[in-house]
């Protein structure tokens, strides 16, 4: 596998702790030996499963000629199909997600990507397929799903300087993203989560009907949860350029009693629709808080049932 390449950097003790946790989808029967998965599709495959009555349009070449010898009925084998799990990651790379951190910390794009390139080496580690779109104020990028060295380096190189710019629609921009992603995989959506939550929410419902296992990580800046300002401050909004000139020690209570409800209400949608749902802000512990998560849903077996 590259290394992390000089336009993308990942913590090596990082790469440590996800290697070998494996990355399932719940709508993928279970993981096989050597990363392979195991679908429920039948097809090619040297695993026997079951024979059906031979009907007409089957293959010949699957027809039992031993089953038929001895009941002189025609019987095709089917086989379970072994498949590549497409990983498909959706960044927000609007402009919200470039505002500059505070204290040296790595902003909420920056944070992003790195996490989406870890998850890329997971798939990539496993045989598996990622793939990425780059999604601010249009689809700035779509990389499909795909296996191999060069992929993934292909992939390193556009998160280390992830294209995208405005923004405020996200969720909308992520439906369109969806209709190029197919069936059963997994996909990881990387966003503040800030807009407007329907168009998100929509997005969210039509992957999971497409039998998307979702997993859905909000990344936000540790300031936008603490509000730490003490002294009278300009906010202006990233995207829109509305600017509000107030005194922090007035606006905090108010400012962090409406981020709790934003953030009850994301929560209650993830947990009624079976989505893997973790916060991530730039003050935390990257390593050990994402690690953690994907060793925990390895251990439940995929996302939320």
């Known amino acids: 596998?590259?290394?992390?390449?000089?336009?993308?950097?990942?913590?090596?003790?990082?790469?440590?702790?996800?290697?070998?946790?494996?990355?399932?989808?719940?709508?993928?029967?279970?993981?096989?030996?050597?990363?392979?998965?195991?679908?429920?599709?039948?097809?090619?495959?040297?695993?026997?499963?079951?024979?059906?009555?031979?009907?007409?349009?089957?293959?010949?070449?699957?027809?039992?000629?031993?089953?038929?010898?001895?009941?002189?009925?025609?019987?095709?084998?089917?086989?379970?199909?072994?498949?590549?799990?497409?990983?498909?990651?959706l960044l927000d790379t609007s402009a919200s997600m470039q505002v500059p951190a505070s204290d040296g910390r790595l902003s909420k794009l920056d944070l992003a990507a790195t996490i989406a390139g870890a998850i890329a080496m997971m798939a990539a580690d496993q045989q598996d397929s990622p793939g990425l779109f780059c999604i601010g104020d249009q689809i700035d990028e779509a990389i499909p799903a795909c296996q191999g060295k060069r992929h993934l380096a292909l992939l390193f190189q556009h998160l280390g300087r992830p294209p995208g710019k405005g923004g405020g629609d996200f969720g909308a921009l992520a439906?369109?993203?969806?209709?190029?992603?197919?069936?059963?995989?997994?996909?990881?959506?990387?966003?503040?989560?800030?807009?407007?939550?329907?168009?998100?929410?929509?997005?969210?419902?039509?992957?999971?009907?497409?039998?998307?296992?979702?997993?859905?990580?909000?990344?936000?800046?540790?300031?936008?949860?603490?509000?730490?300002?003490?002294?009278?401050?300009?906010?202006?909004?990233?995207?829109?350029?509305?600017?509000?000139?107030?005194?922090?020690?007035q606006l905090r209570a108010d400012y962090l009693e409406r981020l709790e409800a934003h953030q009850n209400e994301l929560r209650t949608f993830c947990d009624q629709h079976g989505i893997d749902y973790l916060r991530i802000h730039n003050g935390d512990d990257l390593i050990t808080l994402l690690s953690s998560h994907f060793l925990h849903r390895l251990a439940r077996g995929g996302a939320r049932c």
């Open 1 to 89: 596998m590259p290394d992390a390449t000089d336009n993308l950097t990942i913590d090596p003790r990082l790469l440590q702790r996800l290697k070998g946790v494996e990355l399932r989808s719940r709508f993928l029967v279970r993981g096989l030996y050597e990363n392979r998965h195991r679908t429920k599709d039948f097809g090619a495959s040297n695993e026997f499963v079951e024979h059906k009555s031979y009907q007409q349009g089957d293959e010949i070449r699957t027809i039992d000629w031993r089953a038929f010898a001895r009941t002189k009925r025609l019987y095709v084998k089917r086989f379970e199909m072994e498949a590549n799990m497409k990983v498909h990651l």
């Open 175 to 249: 439906w369109d993203a969806m209709q190029r992603i197919g069936r059963k995989g997994v996909t990881v959506v990387l966003t503040d989560a800030l807009d407007d939550f329907e168009p998100l929410f929509e997005t969210l419902k039509g992957l999971v009907v497409r039998e998307q296992d979702v997993i859905l990580l909000q990344i936000m800046d540790e300031d936008e949860l603490t509000f730490p300002f003490d002294v009278m401050t300009e906010f202006r909004h990233p995207e829109s350029g509305q600017r509000i000139m107030g005194d922090p020690m």
